[in-house]
């Protein structure tokens, strides 16, 4: 989890509530998994997702072709196969003929004995044959004939495999940018898209939408290109072979149309909703496990294997749907194509009865029939896939789409060095327009001063210390970082002077050196001792077997929970920041623990400008200066003894901690 993740959890803004929920509801609207219903339409530009999809190939362009060049040369010897066997077939059928009819005897005599005895259709059948009377078959014209086929054979799937293997080059490289591209967005996207997005849908968006990209631009959309380039080279030798079977076997062509019209639109919905669902469930087993102490702490695993399966059940509903469409393809263009073989057998029997066709011929022709079928059944099932893909790539790019942070000037200056001074200067923000949260702010921060936060919650806490780091921009006013606008600056300038220790730890998988090390990649072994050690975590680890060197598991359950905060805090050290923000740091210890860690962190705190913000009053007397907020606004402002003596809203938010009293915290904040 990053610090924008980790700030998202934390409590928002009562005000700015609306706002949120209507944008996610906006987002939803646009493709993304909804809280309760799937939404089922169709994609919104079929066509056009189609065709930026076939434009990430676009840099690998030249490999694209040359696979395409394979390809046709496949085509080609693909469908001169069959003419060459048909001669094979000529040679043994005529040279059987030509056995039985007696030497010396031409072909015309006995065509013309043939008629005289009655028998035309005989006469006719051997008048279309190339015989020699008496000779037999010619073996050594057959086995060149063989031998010729089988090196088309080889060369064919030789062609075929050199296009295949360019061709997945050419995806698996425009699917490793792809993947590139993702990832950068996401380091662009602002605080409020993963604030109004669950991060289950993010993940399935990321990674199921992406492998079905991946297997159809792979699998299907070469089959596309070559199943194409396969009709037209079977149509043009059909056609010349014999027009009247050719006819015969273009019947499918009108089936199929009829067939893909009425499946494909059905298709395209169940596929857009099996890949929605896909993202809901996802979503529900991160929010599930992200939680499961949670969950087994209150009970609640029925309720939460009830919604389970009733995602489960609707993801069930929505691929099986989706595969019985796209699966119901191939069967009835079998069927079909069974039928147009019949009538090419029975037609192309007549006409080698009559004369009108040798027998290789149509032997060939009935290849080219069984051939014709094989690319149309492909190309209306790679159709199938291509809704199923175009769903998924429609989610894919709605999300490269998305609204990014605004872009900053390349000439921005650079951030001069000092102590980190933070001024607000009637500083306006909201959420929403319609619902202002925080206005005509002004606030002094010094550097070595301890600036406390405290209010009811929704007063806008968080929200000043996410201006502070440039998570959000502000409407109105300014706010200075010693002396220079925050908004001036590059972004990265800013965020590289402030440290954060927040409410939840967060750790990665790795050594407690290395986590340490996140806070300055070129820290050393002794910077990292000497912040361990002003942090008190060299306590615990001199303690461990394996010491700086120990791995932390999967969330660090292998350290305490205070364990884990004081190496936030070495972490923060370690990167010697100007400006500290300290969000409830302390609040989810025990009292013996918060000790430790108010040491640590005041040995943080000292020379640097910090802004803590707490709920504990007991952890900020010591604060130079205590702003109180409610409703984003700053009401009251100075030290603890001053705060209390004015009897305000300090003073209740004081009480309500120490004497007991049963105090409504939103309810007081209103007065």
């Given amino acids: ?156 799937n030789l062609l075929d495999f050199l296009s295949g293997y360019i061709w997945n080059r050419a995806v698996m490289a425009s699917i490793y940018k792809l993947r590139r591209d993702v990832e950068a967005k996401i380091h662009r996207l602002p605080l409020s898209f993963f604030d109004r997005t669950r991060r289950g849908e993010i993940i399935s968006r990321v990674t199921n939408d992406m492998d079905n990209i991946a297997n159809v631009l792979q699998q299907t959309l070469a089959g596309f290109i070559n199943n194409i380039m396969w009709v037209a080279g079977l149509l043009i030798m059909m056609f010349v072979t014999s027009w009247k079977l050719a006819l015969i076997a273009l019947i499918i062509i009108p089936i199929m149309f009829v067939i893909m019209g009425i499946i494909s639109p059905r298709s395209q919905v169940a596929f857009q909703k099996q890949w929605k669902e896909t993202g809901r469930l996802n979503a529900a087993v991160e929010e599930t496990f992200s939680a499961h102490a949670l969950v087994r702490a209150f009970g609640r695993e029925e309720s939460v ?21 796209a699966g119901s393809i191939m069967p009835l263009m079998t069927f079909s194509s069974l039928l147009t073989y019949v009538g090419v057998a029975v037609v192309g029997g007549f006409q080698v009865a009559t004369g009108q066709m040798r027998l290789g011929s149509v032997q060939a022709f009935i290849q080219y029939s069984q051939q014709f079928n094989q690319p149309l059944g492909q190309l209306a ?39 980190g001074r933070i001024e607000f200067q009637h500083v306006d923000f909201s959420y929403d327009p319609a619902h202002p949260l925080i206005e005509d702010l002004n606030l002094d921060a010094r550097p070595g001063h301890t600036i406390a936060i405290v209010g009811p919650t929704g007063a806008g806490k968080t929200t000043l210390v996410n201006l502070i780091m440039r998570f959000y921009d502000i409407q109105g006013g300014h706010i ?40 300055r990649e070129d820290a050393t072994d002794e910077e990292i001792i000497a912040a361990a050690k002003a942090t008190y975590v060299d306590r615990f680890v001199s303690t461990l077997p394996d010491g700086y060197d120990t791995v932390l598991e999967e969330d660090a359950a292998n350290v305490s929970a205070g364990e884990r905060q004081l190496i936030t805090i070495a972490r923060a050290f370690v990167s010697d920041p100007a400006i500290l923000i300290l969000d409830e740091a302390t609040s989810s210890v025990d009292t013996r623990t918060e000790s430790l860690l108010q040491k640590a962190m005041a040995a943080l705190r000292e020379g640097r400008t910090s802004f803590v913000i707490a709920h504990r009053l007991s952890t900020i007397r010591d604060a130079n200066l205590i702003l109180v907020m ?42």
């Fill in 381 to 419: 099932q790679s159709f199938a896939q291509l809704q199923s893909a175009s769903a998924s790539a429609e989610r894919v790019f709605e999300f490269l789409d998305a609204a990014e942070e605004e872009p900053e000037d390349p000439a921005a200056p650079a951030l001069n060095p000092g102590p």
């Fill in 1 to 156: 989890m990053s610090k924008n993740e980790e700030l998202s959890q934390r409590e928002r803004a009562a005000a700015a509530t609306r706002a949120i929920e209507e944008a996610s509801k906006d987002f939803d609207r646009n493709g993304a998994a909804p809280t309760g219903r799937a939404n089922t339409k169709r994609a919104k530009d079929f066509r056009g997702t189609v065709k930026r999809l076939v434009s990430l190939l676009g840099p690998w362009k030249w490999w694209v072709v040359l696979a395409a060049v394979f390809g046709l040369g496949w085509v080609i010897l693909t469908v001169w196969t069959p003419q060459i066997l048909g001669q094979a077939v000529n040679i043994l059928f005529e040279g059987a003929i030509s056995r039985l009819l007696p030497a010396g005897v031409t072909q015309q005599q006995a065509v013309e004995g043939l008629r005289a005895a009655g028998h035309s259709s005989q006469a006719d059948m051997i008048a279309a044959m190339n015989l020699t009377p008496g000779a037999g078959v010619d073996f050594t014209k057959l086995s060149i004939v063989l031998v010729t086929t089988l090196f088309m054979y080889i060369g064919a």
């Fill in 305 to 325: 294997q009830q919604r389970f399966s009733e995602s489960n059940e609707a993801l069930y509903h929505a691929s099986f749907r989706a595969q019985f469409l």
């Fill in 630 to 671: 409610e409703h984003g606004s700053i009401v009251e402002q100075g030290n603890h003894e001053e705060l209390l003596a004015r009897k305000g809203a300090y003073y209740r938010l004081y009480n309500s901690q120490f004497t007991g009293a049963a105090i409504d915290l939103d309810e007081e904040a209103s007065h």
């Fill in 480 to 519: 200075l970082l010693d002396g220079q606008p925050t908004a001036d600056l590059h972004r990265h300038d800013v965020r590289a002077r402030v440290g954060m220790v927040l409410q939840d730890p967060w750790l990665f998988k790795g050594t407690i050196k290395e986590n340490i090390r996140y806070g």
